[in-house]
T-cell receptor, first 117, second 113 residues
Framework: AAGVIQSPRHLIKEKRETATLKCYPI?????VYWYQQGPGQDPQFLIS???????DKGSIPDRFSAQQFSDYHSELNMSSLELGDSALYFC????????????????FGPGTRLTVL | DQQVKQNSPSLSVQEGRISILNCDYT??????FLWYKKYPAEGPTFLIS?????DKNEDGRFTVFLNKSAKHLSLHIVPSQPGDSAVYFC????????????FGTGTRLQVTL
């Protein structure tokens, strides 16, 4: 079965540079989520989109922005990179089932490892 | 403030025995819970979930139990296999579309021969 695709898998940038991470959700999934996982930490929610509209926002720095496009893929843009931005960035996707008393199961991509030097 | 806690950072179990991973939460708004398995340098893989309207959900070797009054859930793996060795994350979310997951800190399971 098709899974979530993330590119690139690895990215090395210098401080103050910009980076763009891409996410291609599972076909027919309409919701995309971004998470950041620092070394030895649990994944932290950044932002989500449902039907191309921002749905929820977590602890995402103002230097970061994201959007979901008409084909449902999403891009996370990161500017003025800092050393502390080095982390694994996961994208997840789900299909909004709108079940009463339930929530949508999120399926994760393999992640992009960002290293800021 | 860690709203989802996994108090055991690691667990070692013999092959064939039962593995029990525990998770506690504090936020009463959480009513959908998921378990993910994660290998190094890979994304979390969905294992099993449970809604707060249930107290048990089973899928093959994996069973999740939910005690809503105690705000506690557990994942049972029977029988444990060496391939189950990984980090297991508990995650929780409120009901609704596009709701964010709040993860626990993870438990590293080692299944020994």
């Amino acid at each position: 079965a098709a899974g979530v695709i993330q590119s690139p898998r690895h990215l090395i940038k210098e401080k103050r540079e910009t980076a763009t991470l891409k996410c291609y959700p599972i076909p027919r999934h309409d919701t995309v989520y971004w998470y950041q996982q620092g070394p030895g930490q649990d994944p932290q929610f950044l932002i989500s989109f449902y039907e191309k509209m921002q749905s929820d926002k977590g602890s995402i720095p103002d230097r970061f922005s994201a959007q979901q496009f008409s084909d449902y893929h999403s891009e996370l843009n990161m500017s003025s990179l800092e050393l502390g931005d080095s982390a694994l960035y996961f994208c997840a996707s789900s299909l909004a089932l709108r079940l009463a008393g339930g929530a949508d199961t999120q399926y994760f991509g393999p992640g992009t490892r960002l290293t800021v030097l | 403030d860690q709203q989802v806690k996994q108090n055991s950072p690691s667990l070692s179990v013999q092959e064939g025995r039962i593995s029990i991973l525990n998770c506690d939460y504090t936020n009463s708004m959480f009513d959908y819970f998921l378990w993910y398995k994660k290998y190094p340098a890979e994304g979390p893989t969905f294992l099993i979930s449970i809604s707060s309207i249930k107290d048990k959900n089973e899928d093959g070797r994996f069973t999740v139990f939910l005690n809503k009054s105690a705000k506690h859930l557990s994942l049972h793996i029977v029988p444990s296999q060496p391939g189950d060795s990984a980090v297991y994350f508990c995650a929780a979310t409120p009901t609704g579309t596009a709701s964010k997951l709040t993860f626990g800190t993870g438990t590293r399971l080692q299944v020994t021969l």
